[in-house]
Nanobody, 120 residues
């Protein structure tokens, strides 16, 4: 069994910063990619940022220059540093990971989501 546990969401004023964390645990053999998605009310879930083997990162155009994704391989943890937050960043943020388990099964896993609200 594999679990993704997120933390770090909350309420912040426009221009502020938040740092999200997502820790993967369980029967993990390897992690190919980890990333963050978000879903605002009435909108589709969208990819925010991802990191894969070799620390190769990718970002949605809307967050480039403001958000930074990083990972700690030893802890199976991914972080999302969010700076210069805007009201349009308000959403539920979900951690996502592409993981191969110790019994050889590759699957996509999701965290439970953490609310980020940007408002004055």
């Amino acid at each position: 069994q594999v679990r993704l546990v997120e933390s770090g969401g909350g309420l912040v004023q426009p221009g502020g910063s938040l740092r999200l964390s997502c820790a993967a645990s369980g029967s993990i053999f390897s992690i190919r990619t980890m990333g963050w998605y978000r879903q605002a009310p009435g909108k589709q879930r969208e990819l925010v940022a991802a990191i894969r083997s070799g620390d190769i990162t990718s970002y949605a155009d809307s967050v480039k220059g403001r958000f930074t994704i990083s990972g700690d391989n030893a802890k199976n943890t991914v972080y999302l540093q969010m700076n210069s937050l805007k009201p349009e960043d308000t959403a539920v943020y979900y951690c996502n990971a592409d993981i191969t388990t110790t019994w050889g099964r590759g699957s996509e896993y999701w965290g439970q989501g953490t609310q980020v609200t940007v408002s004055s």
